[in-house]
């Protein structure tokens, strides 16, 4: 058997079927409702082993970037705990001042996890 690669343009396809109503229905559909073009079904029906895989793992880098999005809230107090320990005036501004640089960067990356909404699933940008 040849070696083969996940094709992007397949994946992208893959990752945006519908799946529920291509059982129900036996036909491909976006995850937005509109039925594939002739040269999606094409290019669908050319679907490998390879790409399935690959879908795979766009959808658990995705689950990997929601975990993360939603732990942030508690990783950030668990970072500042040690902090807030050592301060009788507890203020973030506080904080801060007992933080060393990569401990500010730190703060500054959970901050933005917590800030930032949570992307939409889009396959190969996570």
Not at 37 to 58: H, M, Y
Not at 60 to 71: G, L, P, Q
């Amino acid at each position: 058997m040849p070696n083969t690669q996940a094709r992007p343009e397949i994946v992208v396809l893959l990752c945006d079927t519908d799946v529920e109503r291509r059982l129900e229905t036996g036909k491909w559909y976006h995850l937005d409702g509109r039925p594939f073009s002739k040269d999606e079904q094409s290019l669908i029906r050319k679907v490998t082993r390879d790409d399935f895989a690959e879908a795979r793992t766009q959808h658990k880098r995705y689950e990997d970037y929601r975990r993360t999005m939603d732990e942030a809230p508690d990783a950030l107090d668990q970072f500042l705990a040690p902090f807030w320990e050592r301060l009788a005036v507890k203020r973030l501004g506080n904080v801060v001042e007992l933080m060393n640089e990569d401990e500010r960067a730190e703060l500054d990356h959970l901050l933005g996890l917590i800030v930032d909404p949570i992307r939409p699933f889009t396959p190969y940008a996570f």
